[in-house]
């Protein structure tokens, strides 16, 4: 039986099946694999084949610059790269150009029913200009992840989203919030978004495990980014270690904000509490997560609008059962409810986010009475055997359609 072919466009992908790169993309990838052709189409990286295939689908890495200089991928995705040099935004137009002749090479040789973009800006823009210039178009499914959404504003970038979601037969979005966002901002017809969110392995990786869990261990689980919220997690620190001489809070990632917030941890004198581990694997952090008592994932709008889109590191957390406080953005309310399956707060206003830590840390019967509800909640609703489910039925209508 042939299966209905799709190009999958990304440039967040692992270049290596142990990187630590997020693998959310290519776990969809090999979810919808059983039903349909994924070819993926994602951009070249230091260290990683020009065509491989992994597992049951292939993957082709498109040049967009010598060797030497393509780096817009490195050091934690390409909107961190612009932000800690600023002549990589000259590498741009470039990226975009060559993703744009690639797919539409792809679209000449093979027989595509659909175009799966993640992210509509560089990806779906990319694909929306291939599109055009290709004797056969070929039906263009967008993904908005967040930062594609939320982080890029003004007048040409809004008509740019405007102008891809208009050449798109669907968008999906990974949260209700952001559904609302093309909604009132875009003007987006409601009809033409789904909200299907990203998933995460539940079943073998993000787990609980049969380990014990440290006293006083906080974890932190992100990019070292603004978003993120973690200078306000350590700001509160120094109030936590007054009352528990035993806490530890354990920071997993990487990011430009790295160094400002090693400073302010040393200038708090509070390095003894705060341990940056950097970058670590999936199965790393599922012990992270199974060895703290709490995970506090703090929040907060970026000065430049942007903020998170879903959350999936709540997911993987309470996967493992492991009890969570949020930062009160739109996007964490799909995952989290209010003292039934974590804590949601203002991590700005910093005695309460204060108060709320300690009460959890000092309340275990709360902490497993929400701990035990959100297991079962993402279970429920994201694991991948439900997500790719959702994507898979998505796609088969759209195959019906064009047969």
């Known amino acids: 039986m042939i299966k209905p072919r799709i190009l999958v466009l990304t440039s967040t992908y692992p270049r290596t099946e142990g990187d630590n790169e997020p693998r959310f993309v290519a776990d969809l990838c090999s979810e919808l694999a059983s039903n349909f052709d994924i070819t993926v189409l994602t951009q070249s990286r230091p260290g990683a084949a020009k065509h491989e295939a992994r597992e049951n689908y292939e993957i082709f890495r498109f040049r967009y610059a010598p060797k030497a200089?393509?780096?817009l991928s490195e050091k934690g995705g390409i909107t961190t790269s612009l932000k800690n040099n600023k002549l990589l935004w000259l590498l741009i137009p470039l990226f975009v150009f060559f993703q744009v002749l690639s797919v539409r090479r792809h679209l000449k040789s093979n027989r595509y029913f659909a175009i799966h973009a993640h992210w509509l800006i560089p990806q779906g823009l990319a694909a929306g200009i291939a599109n055009t210039i290709v004797r056969n178009p070929v039906p263009l499914y967008c993904t908005g992840h967040g930062g594609d959404i939320f982080g890029l504003k003004g007048k040409v970038l809004s008509r740019i989203k405007k102008w891809i979601i208009d050449q798109s037969a669907c968008v999906t979005v990974v949260s209700q919030s952001l559904k609302s966002y093309l909604q009132t901002e875009l003007k987006v017809d409601p009809n033409k978004v789904l909200v299907?969110?990203?998933?995460?392995?539940?079943?073998?990786?993000?787990?609980?495990r049969d380990i014990d869990r440290k006293a006083g261990q906080i974890a932190f689980v992100g990019r070292l980014v603004e978003k993120k919220g973690l200078k306000y997690l350590i700001e509160v620190v120094p109030k936590l270690a007054s009352r528990?001489?035993?806490?530890?809070?354990?920071?997993?990632?990487?990011?430009?904000?790295?160094?400002?917030?090693?400073?302010?941890?040393?200038?708090?004198?509070?390095n003894q509490y705060v341990e940056f581990i950097g970058s670590r694997s999936h199965k790393q952090i599922a012990r992270l997560y199974s060895s703290s008592e709490l995970c506090v994932f703090p929040f907060v709008q970026a000065t430049n609008g942007d903020m998170e889109g879903f959350g999936l590191v709540v997911v993987e957390a309470m996967g493992c059962k492991c009890p969570v406080i949020s930062g009160d953005v739109p996007a964490v309310k799909d995952i989290v409810t209010h003292k039934k399956t974590g804590i949601i707060?203002?991590?700005?206003?910093?005695?309460?986010?204060?108060?709320?830590?300690i009460y959890l840390l000092e309340n275990q019967e709360l902490r497993t009475s929400l701990a035990k509800n959100a297991y079962l909640h993402v279970n429920e609703n994201f694991s991948w055997e439900i997500i790719g489910k959702r994507y898979a039925a998505l796609f088969k209508v759209a195959d019906k359609h064009s047969q």
Request: aromatic residues 6%; contains cysteine.
């Open 69 to 71: 200089l393509e780096l």
């Open 196 to 208: 299907i969110p990203m998933g995460t392995n539940l079943s073998e990786i993000f787990t609980p």
């Open 345 to 357: 707060c203002e991590p700005r206003n910093s005695d309460q986010f204060a108060q709320t830590i």
């Open 244 to 270: 528990f001489g035993h806490l530890k809070l354990i920071v997993a990632g990487a990011g430009p904000d790295r160094p400002e917030l090693e400073e302010l941890t040393k200038r708090l004198d509070i």
